[in-house]
């Protein structure tokens, strides 16, 4: 077993490791988890901790992660008599732990909570950092809050249960993590098709990557908005999807963001990172910008009428704070 030690939490990372969450000082536990979860991942979760457990089931689609959802954990929460002595444990992907941190971080001004990823995307991204949040009104992460989970568990077994998309939703957030901040990173990535690398080592990888940059600015004020390069464009085609029929899975829809976003790029390598990422996600297609334009407009980091982007300088440089008006998109 792995960890890495954050600002006050830690990470830890390996196999048949959940047996080593300790529960005891708590009254009252309430699992957070998918409704579509499969059984052996609950079964899994039940069979290394014994302990008593409330459970809450929701649809975790991106389209459920909203205030109705958080309403109806509240009322459970509410109605079970939980308090500030109380854990909510996220077991799930990354919108479990974005609205498992979220509801945990306002009930009674806050309550503990662990995130247990059970996707790669979740391990490398959501569950950790201290940012939580809902979508509202169709844009994507529109209400959220910082707060940090009391420790977070990656078992890797978990990753046997994914199917190749889910595989490749979180696998973009590495790339991204390389090209923004690690060049090195980037040539062993780049060196390999993605299944043939270890992948415990490329979590591990991009999970300290993640941990330095926040603790440079765990409030999303400067350089931790370098995380954002391929999402500013790549979220605005999350919720151009949202209320759509045909869906778009999170790494996808980055994948598009990062390409579309490397127009605006320096670097001399575009080609050669467009190239890679094409290998990996097949078929992709650019979103009409015309067609962002309502979702980009409603971007967290923008001031006035300018869109604010984190540019690629070159592989493993970022810089954040570029305005770009919304007429010249």
């Known amino acids: ?169 979180g696998y973009v957030e590495i790339v991204k993590s390389a090209l923004i901040y690690d060049s090195d990173f980037w040539t062993l990535l780049s060196s390999k098709f993605y299944k043939n690398h270890n992948i415990n080592e490329l979590i591990f990888k991009s999970l300290n990557i993640k941990k330095e940059i926040v603790e440079k600015d765990p409030f999303d004020k400067g350089p931790r908005k370098i995380l954002n390069f391929g999402h500013t464009i790549g979220h605005a085609i999350e919720s151009f999807y949202l209320n759509k029929k045909k869906k778009i899975t999170h790494g996808k829809a980055i994948a598009m963001g990062i390409i579309m976003e490397l127009k605006y790029s320096r670097t001399r390598k575009k080609n050669e990172i467009i190239k890679y990422i094409k290998s990996i996600y097949k078929e992709i297609e650019e979103v009409d910008i015309n067609h962002l334009i309502k979702y980009l407009k409603h971007d967290k980091k923008n001031e006035d009428n300018l869109i604010n982007f984190s540019i690629l300088k070159d592989i493993g440089k970022c810089d954040f704070n570029n305005y770009i008006n919304i007429d010249d998109l």
């Open 1 to 169: 077993m792995k960890s890495i030690i954050c600002e006050n939490y830690k990470i830890f990372i390996g196999e048949n490791i959940l047996r080593n969450i300790q529960l005891d000082s708590y009254k009252k536990i309430c699992l957070l988890t998918d409704k579509n979860q499969k059984n052996n991942i609950i079964d899994y979760f039940l069979k290394e901790i014994k302990s008593e457990f409330d459970i809450i089931e929701i649809e975790s689609s991106e389209i459920n992660k909203n205030i109705s959802s958080v309403l109806n954990i509240w009322n459970f929460l509410s109605q079970n008599n939980y308090n500030k002595n109380s854990l909510i444990i996220n077991l799930g992907g990354g919108v479990i732990c974005d609205i498992g941190g979220f509801c945990a971080s306002t009930f009674k001004r806050g309550v503990d909570f662990l995130n247990i990823p059970t996707t790669l995307l979740s391990m490398v991204d959501a569950s950790i950092g201290g940012k939580n949040g809902i979508n509202f009104l169709g844009f994507k992460n529109q209400i959220g809050t910082f707060k940090n989970p009391i420790s977070v568990y990656i078992d890797t077994n978990f990753l046997n249960t994914l199917e190749t998309n889910q595989w490749l939703s």
